[in-house]
């Protein structure tokens, strides 16, 4: 015999597949950390040449090695952090307001790109 308990009954899944929102989540996650390597292949371009590097084109006489970081360039990856921030901090709020269910769950990959977002802007910023 079975009791019937308020609340507990096995509710029938009306999802099918992905919807309009998942979508979106997987389309900004892909934008997001695209943005996030383009602002890693531009901090590398921005960083100053290696020591052992700046001494052998001395040596050959060569005057064109950059001694520092290049500013321009860092605000470029400033701004792809802060785009990268914005897009995961959208995504995350969509994907709250889609996980009502307690087996929905979060997007890890967007919890990361903010996590890595915040942090590059804070160290630009420091």
């Known amino acids: 015999m079975s009791r019937h308990v308020p609340g ?5 899944e009306r999802r099918r597949g992905k919807d309009l929102i998942l979508r979106v989540l997987s389309v900004m996650g892909v934008i997001g950390w695209f943005l996030m390597l383009v602002a890693l292949f531009v901090a ?13 084109n001395l040596d050959r ?10 500013d321009q360039l860092l605000y470029y990856v400033f701004v792809l952090m802060v785009l990268g921030f914005l897009i995961s901090a959208i995504g995350l709020y969509l994907n ?13 990959h967007l919890i ?8 590059g802007i804070i160290y630009y910023l420091v």
Do not use: C
């Not at 006489?61 to 290049?70: A, D, E, I, P, T």
């Open 8 to 12: 507990l009954e096995r509710r029938k």
């Open 44 to 56: 590398d371009r921005a960083k100053p040449k290696q020591i052992e590097f700046m001494m052998n």
């Open 112 to 119: 990361f790109l903010f996590i890595i977002s915040t942090i």
């Open 61 to 70: 006489g060569s005057s064109s090695v950059r001694l520092g970081w290049n």
């Open 96 to 108: 709250s307001m889609r996980a009502r269910r307690r087996h929905d769950s979060y997007r890890v």
